[in-house]
């Protein structure tokens, strides 16, 4: 449930002695700003390429969560494993059958893949084409650097504006030539410098990074 998986993280700030500064990527940086919300220790956070889709750039996704769901009750595996590669990811259908040729990678997706429906009860009433809704993360109260890759579709660079846009204290970076498998050696940097900084989030602007 979404309660065990931001338990999870409470507990890791725990760990690190009662307060931390989060990065999140993808959908995980959905379950980071919504433990944000509601854990007083997390003093900053990184969140990168959250795939909301918040608009009509791509196609939207109308049951998310109830379909895995499904799919994983009926242990529907490697249906589900194609649904997440192609409607999800939005990745060819013409690449299934080569990343299937790969055995052991298509084992391990295997064996991941009945959580899916985890990452679909965060994100899966985002996916459906419409606006983030007014005043939802009004709790997230920390400073916030939203990122993205300057070569990733236009959907994913919406949505990083949009949740920029709704967070109250967010600002924007965007990296130039990146995608959503991005070159760690290319964040790096700026995490480094948001999270060291005495002062809160940078300005309200788009940046960006070669």
């Not at 055995?103 to 959580?115: H, K, S, Y």
């Not at 084409?129 to 990122?147: I, N, Q």
């Not at 480094?192 to 300005?203: D, L, Q, R, V, W």
């Amino acid at each position: 449930t979404k309660e065990r998986e931001i338990e999870d993280i409470q507990a890791l700030v725990g760990d690190a002695g009662g307060e931390a500064m989060i990065a999140g990527f993808s959908s995980g940086g959905c379950v980071t700003l919504e433990t944000t919300a509601v854990t007083p220790g997390i003093t900053k956070v990184f969140v990168y390429e959250v795939p909301f889709i918040v608009d009509d750039s791509r196609e939207p996704l109308e049951d998310y969560k109830g379909h895995t769901t499904k799919l994983v009750e009926e242990g529907k595996l490697d249906e589900l494993i194609e649904y997440f590669i192609t409607v999800v990811a939005g990745i060819p259908a013409g690449f299934v059958g080569g990343i299937k040729q790969d055995q052991v990678m298509w084992a391990r997706m295997r064996a991941i893949a009945p959580t899916i429906p985890h990452d679909a009860a965060f994100m899966s009433e985002f996916m459906k084409g419409k606006p983030l809704p007014a005043g939802y993360w009004d709790k997230v109260k920390v400073p916030v650097l939203v990122g993205d890759g300057g070569a990733s579709p236009a959907w994913l660079r919406n949505a990083a504006e949009a949740l920029g846009t709704a967070l109250p204290h967010a600002s924007r970076e965007t990296f130039e030539g990146q995608t959503h498998s991005f070159d760690p050696n290319v964040l790096a940097p700026v995490l480094i410098e948001f999270f060291s900084a005495s002062n809160g989030a940078k300005p309200k602007k788009s940046s960006r990074r070669k």
